[in-house]
């Protein structure tokens, strides 16, 4: 099955400063990597995803890049602020039919 | 809102009961997939039902079950509760199964299990 491998597991940023989080998958089968923000108590949130068959994604202050042959993705926020703190999760299917998830990282935005 | 419902939001039970958590996937919607979050964990997949039929199984124990019902909610029974079962169980559901592919997964609220 799918293995997904996220980091860091906590990332402190200032504000203003950009956070960059990784993610390594092994299942080649794969083509979709969804990046999802959780704020406490509240459920996963979908920000933003890539398919492979593009190499960069993005949307305002979120992109996602992906190298399918090294079979890494990342989450790249910039002018970070107060509200993008949250723990955020990446995932990939896999060919098994389900969507596997990294452990998540948790960012805190410094004012 | 994603449009996934999750009831209760909240329980908290007795060790060795038995719990019902009940989901509406959104509109539309033919998959359903539970996940369990324990405090300061991932996301664990537990099952996937797919209009009806269970399509992928995760690390669910056998304590556990879930269903589909043929207007597509879902529920997920957990007996015999043990300490270790308190945790968050997520729903989610998707317009179909989500593959290689992909498609996307909206996640409900959550309902939150303290088992005393």
């Known amino acids: 099955g799918e293995n997904v491998e996220q980091h860091p597991s906590t990332l402190s940023v200032q504000e203003g400063d950009s956070a960059v989080i990784k993610c390594t998958y092994s299942?080649?089968?794969?083509?979709?990597f969804p990046w999802y923000k959780q704020e406490l108590g509240k459920g996963p949130q979908l920000i933003i995803d890539i398919r492979s068959n593009v190499g960069e994604k993005k949307d305002q202050r979120i992109a996602v890049t992906l190298n399918k042959t090294a079979k890494h993705f990342s989450l790249h926020i910039t002018e970070t602020q107060p509200e993008d703190s949250a723990v955020y999760f990446c995932?990939?299917?896999?060919?098994?039919?389900?969507?596997?998830f990294g452990t998540g990282t948790r960012l805190t935005i410094i004012p | 809102d994603s449009g996934v419902t999750q009831t209760p939001k909240h329980l908290i039970t007795a060790t060795g009961q038995r719990v019902t958590l009940r989901c509406s996937p959104r509109?539309?919607?033919?998959?359903v997939y539970w996940y369990q979050q324990s405090l300061d964990q991932g996301l664990q997949f537990l099952i996937q039902?797919?209009?009806?039929?269970?399509?992928a199984k995760g690390n669910i124990l056998e304590r556990f079950s879930a269903q589909q019902f043929p207007d597509l909610h879902s529920e997920l029974n957990l007996s015999s509760l043990e300490l270790g079962d308190s945790a968050l169980y997520f729903c989610?559901?998707?317009?179909?199964?989500?593959?290689?592919?992909?498609?996307?997964?909206?996640f409900g609220e959550g309902s939150w299990l303290t088992v005393v």
């Open positions: 039902y797919y209009n009806g039929e269970e399509r």
């Open positions: 995932a990939a299917p896999g060919s098994n039919e389900k969507l596997t």
């Open positions: 989610a559901s998707s317009v179909e199964w989500a593959g290689p592919t992909g498609n996307t997964i909206y």
């Open positions: 299942d080649s089968a794969s083509n979709y």
């Open positions: 509109s539309g919607d033919l998959s």
